[in-house]
């Protein structure tokens, strides 16, 4: 498998909604309904929420494409038709609005690693390491010194790939997920 990692553009609006629908659900603790699921995926997840997320200067979105071998017979008609996007990340640069998370992170200028989402299906082939690796890279070339995240407290997979890529919980905070508040740990990282 090849995979293409890149800045997100205009243009992968709709790719962006597609994949966050797609995975969102991942990362919910399993007594999450499905309307509040289905929820949050219209309100926060939609193509015209990623119109203005790419919009916004202070939000870099990096996607990562699989490269689909093409048919000798039938030659791709454009260059999206050649790849499947996979993956996505979205930072967001200053300081953080929420008081619990502001109190808990230690490294300024910071930035929040807001989301961080690939298909299941490539779940353990490779694609997340590369993924992050870049994600800290454009991280760090707008200047930021530090890395913030929330990731649910039951998602034991994710906080186990964060602290392999060198997070640590530093505190917590709420999320809301339809009417329910959701423990989220913090964790924070130093960016080389």
């Known amino acids: 498998m090849t995979i293409r990692i890149r800045t997100a553009t205009a243009a992968d609006a709709g790719s962006l909604a597609e994949l966050a629908a797609a995975t969102f659900p991942l990362a919910c603790p ?6 509040a699921i289905a929820d949050f995926i219209a ?10 997320y790419l919009a916004d200067r202070a939000r870099v979105l990096l996607i990562a494409e699989q490269q689909q071998e093409q048919d000798r017979e039938q030659p791709a008609t454009d260059a999206a038709s050649g790849s499947l996007a996979v993956g996505y990340t979205m930072l967001v640069f200053g300081e953080p609005t929420d008081a619990d998370v502001a109190a808990a992170i230690g490294i300024r200028p910071t930035v929040e ?3 961080f989402y690939t298909l299941a299906s ?3 082939t490779g694609v997340s ?5 870049a994600t ?5 070339e707008r200047g930021a010194a530090g ?3 929330g990731v649910n407290e039951e998602n034991a997979r994710a906080i186990r790939f964060y602290e392999k890529n060198g997070f640590a919980q530093v505190g917590t905070k709420h999320f809301l997920v339809g009417d ?3 423990d989220d740990l913090v964790l924070e990282r130093r960016l080389p």
């Open 147 to 149: 890395a913030w995240l």
């Open 180 to 182: 329910r508040y959701e």
């Open 129 to 133: 390491g590369p993924l992050m690796a």
């Open 30 to 35: 399993p007594h999450t309904t499905a309307e």
């Open 113 to 115: 690693l807001s989301k």
């Open 43 to 52: 309100t926060h997840l939609s193509r015209g929420t990623f119109d203005a």
């Open 122 to 124: 490539i779940h353990g």
């Open 136 to 140: 800290l890279a454009a991280a760090g």
